[in-house]
């Protein structure tokens, strides 16, 4: 084991404290910096989300940090993964496990979805609706006894209820655990981190500076 930590929390807490997990022998410091807030979700949609075996599952947002971690580990739940991609992204997918890439940008994905899977879909994850009348809408791809997963808390439980569908607004429960299982697969090549790009420090004005700010995909990793 390599003395390095992964340090990470989602959000402020009551009694505030950050999980610690040791970076195992075979992880890249630079890459196990690059897992936790966006790995850790994904990881911990997934386990809320199982059994997903044989289960159709569309990812919305599925090409950024989140989402290219939660279609891995859905992907091995043994779910079949559509996943809401641009083009230039559906190579990556497929190569995660995604079964379908969907391009939003080029057709309405509710439409698209409906004419694929007729009969609906059985669990959404939503990584990009912010609002509650777009997540609604793809909501109702989900067929009664399935979940609809919302990561910006805009799901309307009770209204999801009454339509038979499980509806989840998700908050990250990190753990040293679940950052130990993360950093595992990763190492055992069960998963694989997205893009990674590494700056300087003399670098960090600028990538924060959005008039300035290169194209940047996946993660964004400071490397001393």
Request: charged share 20%.
């Amino acid at each position: 084991m390599s003395t390095g930590l992964v340090k990470m929390s989602f959000m402020p807490a009551p009694f505030f404290s950050e999980p610690l997990a040791r970076v195992p022998s075979g992880l890249d410091d630079v890459v196990a910096a690059a897992l936790p807030t966006a790995g850790g979700a994904g990881l911990a949609l997934v386990d809320q989300l199982e059994p997903l075996a044989g289960k159709t599952v569309l990812i919305v947002g599925a090409g950024g940090g989140v989402g290219s971690f939660a279609t891995q580990f859905a992907a091995n739940a043994g779910g079949n993964v559509i996943a809401n991609v641009r083009a230039d992204d559906a190579e990556r997918m497929r190569g995660y496990g995604a079964k379908e890439t969907i391009d939003r940008r080029a057709v309405a994905l509710p439409a698209a979805v409906r004419q694929a899977h007729p009969d609906g879909v059985d669990v959404l994850i939503d990584l990009v609706d912010a609002d509650a009348a777009g997540f609604a809408a793809l909501a109702s791809l989900v067929r009664p006894g399935g979940t609809a997963t919302s990561t910006n808390y805009v799901a309307d439980e009770a209204a999801l209820r009454a339509s038979g569908v499980t509806g989840i607004n998700f908050a990250l429960p990190m753990s040293s655990e679940l950052l130990e299982r993360l950093a595992q697969a990763v190492v055992d090549g069960r998963i694989v981190a997205p893009p990674i790009t590494r700056i300087s420090m003399e670098e960090v004005p600028a990538a924060l500076n959005p008039a300035q700010a290169r194209p940047a995909r996946g993660k964004t990793v400071i490397a001393l």
